[in-house]
């Protein structure tokens, strides 16, 4: 009911940039929160960020500072900054986020996106 497709993944030198994207679409009504996760082989999925619909962000530690995320509620869209990239960011990202569909819009429903594969490497 939901569709989520991530663009932005790749390799980049340490101390480069990329750009995460991911656009929702389907019968949705409307989107609360939207988020970035991470997950290394072997390691649980961590937080990265998220925003609220009111434009609230929350950073984990380890992107503070370096990471900015950023939504575009017209094109149900959720970005993520990556500035200062470090080889410890080495892992794929995927973005969540939950969302009230037309047909049911209670209780929200949380999706995940296919995951992106970011290499920070020189």
């Known amino acids: 009911q939901v569709q989520l497709v991530e663009s932005g993944g790749g390799l980049m030198q340490p101390g480069g940039s990329l750009r995460l994207s991911c656009a929702a679409s389907?019968?949705?009504?409307?989107?609360?929160?939207m988020g970035w996760y991470r997950q290394a082989p072997g390691k649980q999925r961590e937080l990265v960020a998220t925003?609220?619909?009111?434009?609230?962000?929350n950073y984990a530690d380890s992107g503070q500072g370096r990471f900015t995320i950023s939504r575009d509620n017209a094109k149900n869209t959720v970005y993520l900054q990556m500035d200062s990239l470090k080889p410890e960011d080495t892992v794929v990202y995927y973005c969540?986020?939950?969302?009230?569909?037309?047909?049911?819009?209670?209780?929200?429903?949380?999706?995940w996106g296919q995951g992106t594969q970011v290499t920070v490497s020189s």
């Open positions: 969540q986020v939950r969302v009230r569909l037309v047909t049911a819009p209670f209780p929200p429903r949380e999706y």
């Open positions: 389907g019968r949705i009504f409307s989107i609360d929160a």
């Open positions: 925003i609220t619909s009111g434009g609230s962000t």
